[in-house]
Every structure is written in C-alpha cells, then in structure tokens.
C-alpha cells in the first residue's frame, strides 16, 4: 500500500488541490492527515470538507482545537490568532464538532500518527531537535510515526541513539525506528514555498517526501480579499 501522509494544510486549498492531484499521479492507495487543517489562510470551511471527503485516518492540530472552541485564544501571535478569529467564524457547528473530537493520536495499520509529539500531544509542544525527539522516542511502539507541527520536514532515527537527517527518501529498516516530520502543505517553513507530504509505501519501505508547486498567487490573493493580515500572504513565498 502507498499512503499519502499531509497535514498543516491551514486553509490553504490551492496547495491542498495540489496535493492531491499528486497523490494521484503516484498512485496513492491511502490517505492519512496528521492535522492542522485550518487556520492561516483563506479557506478553512472548503479544506475541511475536502479532507472529511477523503475519509481517511485524521488527527488533531492545536489550529484545529483553538477554532473548534470558544474560550479565549491562549499562546498565539497575532497573526495565528487572527487566522483562527477567522476559522472560527467560517466553520460550521458541524464542522467544528467533528474538529473538536478528533483524537491527538492514532495508530494506523503498521505506524503511529500524531501532530505535535508522542510524550504530550496535548501540549503542543514542537520537536526540533534530538533531545526533543528522545522524548517521543520513549513512547513511539510502532516503528514509524509521521507528525508535523514546525512545518519543516525533517526526520529523526533512534538505533542505539538518536540521529536527525533532512531527507529526501528513507529506507525504512525493521530494526530502527523513525519519527517523521511531512512538512507542510499549506505553510511551509523551510524556505521552499512548495506544498510538502510525503509517500509512506509499505511494501518497499520507503519514504519520500514529495513537494508540489501550486498557485500561489491566488491563494495570497485569496488572504488579502477576506481581510487577514497581509504578512501571511507574504510568509507562503518566503516559507520562512
């Protein structure tokens, strides 16, 4: 089986039609999404139900949290919190209900999922280095699990300690274990403005990371006519 494993999409639909159009073209048999759906861009309402069509495997970002609730944002900027003031207003009761009960973790099939880490995935906290990564690592029981969150692709490989690569292709070995970062599709940070996820086949044991070029100018466009904060429409070029 091929998966197609994306996520910190944030409303991004040009990238998100990308995407998933890619997938296609690599003949992608499954689907999995590790979160952040809204947030950020123009079109929460739209990439929402683009995803919930897939019916695949999601789990829960703090975007996505922050814009099923109703209590007082808590540890966002301002241009985060502006986003999900505006997620907020274009999600529907149902979409936000299916928001707020997804799960922050889930095992599917061989690996593991989750958005943030493994050892507090309701915190929210990022893993950027090998001592963050160790962490999740003492609570990691399959041998891969993808997650996203700092929207940099990146990976991390425990054997008899714990090494950090970027990557373009991994040969997935039985007696290591991986802790995958897929990027982003709709925000990426690592200063290529391409849509990111990556291909986990199953039967070869690979991963790839896949990047996708999408229509950038109307996705900024598409921030600047519903009034969010100019520096986001600037951020998709500079993915930084």
């Given amino acids: 089986?091929?998966?197609?494993?994306?996520?910190d999409i944030h409303s991004n639909l040009e990238a998100l039609e990308a995407v998933l159009e890619d997938m296609q073209g690599q003949s992608v048999t499954h689907t999995v999404c590790i979160g952040d759906i809204v947030g950020y861009n123009a079109n929460p309402r739209e990439c929402l139900e683009m995803v919930r069509s897939l019916?695949?495997?999601?789990?829960k970002g703090n975007h996505d949290e922050e814009a099923s609730e109703v209590r007082e944002v808590e540890h966002f900027n301002d241009l985060a919190l502006a986003s999900i003031q505006y997620s907020r207003q274009q999600l529907s009761k149902d979409q936000k209900q299916f928001l707020r009960?997804?799960?922050l973790m889930r095992p599917v099939?061989?690996?593991t999922v989750v958005h943030s880490n493994l050892h507090e995935p309701a915190h929210w906290g990022y893993v950027f280095s090998v001592m963050e990564a160790e962490c999740s690592f003492q609570h990691q029981k399959t041998n891969i699990c993808f997650f996203g969150h700092t929207h940099v692709p990146h990976v991390f490989i425990r054997d008899q300690k714990v090494h950090e690569f970027c990557y373009k292709k991994i040969d997935v070995q039985p007696d290591k274990k991986y802790f995958v970062n897929v990027g982003s599709v709709g925000q990426p940070r690592d200063n290529d403005w391409r849509?990111?996820?990556?291909?986990?086949?199953?039967?070869?044991n690979t991963i790839e990371l896949r990047r996708v070029p999408y229509d950038l100018a109307k996705a900024q466009s598409k921030i600047?006519?519903?009034g969010l904060p100019p520096r986001l429409a600037e951020r998709l070029a500079n993915a930084v």
């Fill in 195 to 204: 849509a990111a996820y990556v291909i986990y086949d199953s039967a070869a």
């Fill in 101 to 103: 009960n997804l799960p």
């Fill in 109 to 111: 099939n061989s690996f």
């Fill in 55 to 59: 019916g695949c495997p999601v789990v």
């Fill in 1 to 7: 089986m091929k998966y197609g494993i994306f996520g």
């Fill in 224 to 226: 600047m006519s519903v």
